[in-house]
């Protein structure tokens, strides 16, 4: 493995598993919206920038004809939809929102870039999920009672379920980085964007023999 493309990555969890995948030797495509922010990201890292909007299908078909090889796909980029949807209080306007980011995006971004991904011979998604997603943990009454990121990374999950069922070559999984302090969460997390960025980089460069199907932390499985 040689080339990745990380989503959402001039700043966060994004940018910290740029940083670890240039460390382990790879070139590191970093995508984003904002130019600027890019560029400097790409700069401090080593990475190369890549304008890219996971909610754009032109941006999307515009990035994947730049690149000419792929072997590791991060789809990182997500939002939390706001505070106020929890049931009885729903707002379908940024619910949607979520989904099309959180869900929308990395079925576009994926199937952009599928051809790419299975000529590599060693090809690798990780989609960047959480454990509030899991329905075990809603079921216990672990998970907040939000109708736009919880459900959005539920349906995350099915999504990297079925790609890794009809992709055999590929290693397709899920992994949960913890509440890290972030701006997505206000920085209110109490793990570093470092430590959230180790699961998905340790799937990201899985050996061929390594799990396929998975949702993964840093502790090991997490329930469905």
Excluded at 36 to 55: H, P, S
Excluded at 118 to 135: D, E, K, P
Excluded at 174 to 187: E, F, K, R, S, Y
Aim: aromatic letters at 4%; one cysteine or more.
């Amino acid at each position: 493995m040689t080339t990745a493309l990380v989503t959402g990555a001039t700043k966060g969890i994004g940018l910290e598993i740029v940083k670890q995948l240039v460390d382990r030797g790879l070139t590191v495509h970093l995508g984003g919206r904002d130019a600027e922010r890019g560029e400097k990201a790409a700069a401090d890292t080593g990475a190369r920038f890549l304008q890219l909007d996971v909610t754009d299908p032109a941006s999307i078909q515009w990035a994947a004809a730049s690149l000419d090889r792929l072997d590791v796909l991060v789809n990182n980029a997500g939002i939390t939809g706001g505070k106020l949807n929890a049931p009885g209080e729903a707002d379908l306007t940024t619910i949607r929102e979520a989904f099309e980011t959180n869900v929308f995006g990395v079925i576009a971004v994926t199937e952009a870039l599928l051809p790419l991904l299975r000529a590599s011979g060693h090809g690798r998604i990780v989609n960047v999920s959480s454990s509030v997603g899991s329905l075990a943990g809603m079921a216990a009454g672990t998970s907040p009672p939000s109708l736009a990121y919880v459900p959005s990374k539920t349906a995350l999950n099915a999504v990297t379920a079925l790609y890794a069922k009809v992709e055999p070559g590929l290693r397709v999984n899920a992994a949960c980085p913890g509440h890290c302090a972030t701006d997505l969460n206000g920085h209110s997390g109490h793990r570093t964007a470092a430590q959230g960025a180790a699961t998905p980089v340790m799937l990201a460069t899985l050996d061929d023999d390594g799990p396929t199907g998975g949702f993964f932390d840093d502790e090991g499985t997490v329930a469905w």
